[in-house]
């Protein structure tokens, strides 16, 4: 990719020329959008972030090293942006088997049982229940554990993500662990091993 | 594994058969990113030239008193003795 954007980073940077900065944002909106849509809580508006995400890209694009890949520079701005974001977000301090409505139920039963295919539906209430579970977190607990579990990333791929050592992001997993354990303890005990 | 981590993957297993939901850039947006780049843009310039006008105004504003008071005119010595004897004269009278 970072070939097809040299011209539209050096147009940018060198002639602040607008058409180069229309395309680079017609580009790498997937990019960003997906990032967001995964980091972020149902119902937080993903364009107001990406809009957030775009005017930081052309705000510090004079200090990306062109012989680096963009993704990895973007991927890590864009987390940066959705960590803040969170950051203003109020908590629950658990979530209990009776906060969850009925569907909620179903479905964390539904994953318990059969978790390797999921209808659309399913899948969409998963991923809504996995949002409140992980919105028991902090911003750093929850980036990491969504990028651990829901994007699968290596540890070594978080650390270059986030600018954080290999050690580092692997302490960072296993509180953040221990602080969901915590949360879910009313959940994880109607689940018995 | 702990059951809280078995259901955390569970559902992240299920989450992820969750089809993508068609990615578009919503119409406007990127006007809207352009326009708000002008308006930063236009700021920065703003705020470069703020100061360096106030430090301009201010070498102005000395340089004036400075031409002022160099263009006032020299107490004349003639003058000056000529009121003093007129005035010692008239306190003598």
Redesign the interface.
């Known amino acids: 990719m970072n070939e097809d954007l040299g011209p539209l980073i050096t147009a940018w940077r060198e002639h602040?020329a607008?058409a180069a900065?229309?395309e680079l944002?017609?580009v790498l909106?997937?990019q960003v959008?997906?990032i967001v849509r995964n980091h972020l809580s149902r119902g937080m508006d993903e364009?107001d972030l990406?809009?957030e995400v775009?005017?930081r890209l052309?705000?510090q694009l004079h200090r990306y090293d062109a012989k680096l890949p963009l993704e990895n520079w973007l991927s890590r701005l864009t987390l940066n942006v959705c960590r803040n974001a969170l950051r203003g977000r109020s908590r629950r301090p658990e979530l209990r088997w009776t906060d969850l409505s009925e569907t909620e139920q179903t479905?964390?039963e539904?994953?318990?049982l059969s978790?390797?295919?999921?209808?659309?539906g399913?899948?969409?209430e998963?991923?809504e229940?996995?949002d409140r579970?992980l919105s028991t977190l902090g911003p750093d607990d929850r980036l990491v554990?969504t990028l651990l579990?829901?994007e699968e990333k290596a540890v070594s791929e978080i650390a270059a993500l986030t600018g954080w050592s290999v050690t580092g992001v692997r302490v960072r997993a296993f509180r953040a662990?221990r602080r969901?354990?915590k949360a879910?303890?009313d959940?994880?005990a109607r689940?018995?091993? | 594994m702990h059951s809280t981590e078995k259901l955390i993957q569970k559902l992240a297993r299920m989450a992820r058969c969750e089809p993508e939901s068609p990615i578009t850039v919503p119409p406007g947006f990127a006007t809207r990113i352009v326009s708000g780049l002008r308006e930063g843009d236009a700021r920065d310039w703003t705020l470069w030239l703020l100061p360096r006008a106030a430090v301009v105004a201010g070498l102005i504003c000395l340089l004036a008193l400075g031409y002022r008071h160099e263009s006032k005119p020299a107490p004349n010595f003639q003058d000056f003795a000529a009121t003093y004897v007129q005035n010692e004269l008239e306190r003598g009278l």
């Open positions: 602040r607008e900065a229309r944002v017609h909106y997937p959008i997906r364009e990406a809009q775009f005017r052309f705000d479905t964390l539904a994953a318990m978790p390797d295919t999921a209808t659309a399913q899948a969409r998963a991923r229940l996995l579970a554990l579990h829901l662990r969901l354990r879910l303890a959940l994880a689940f018995p091993e």
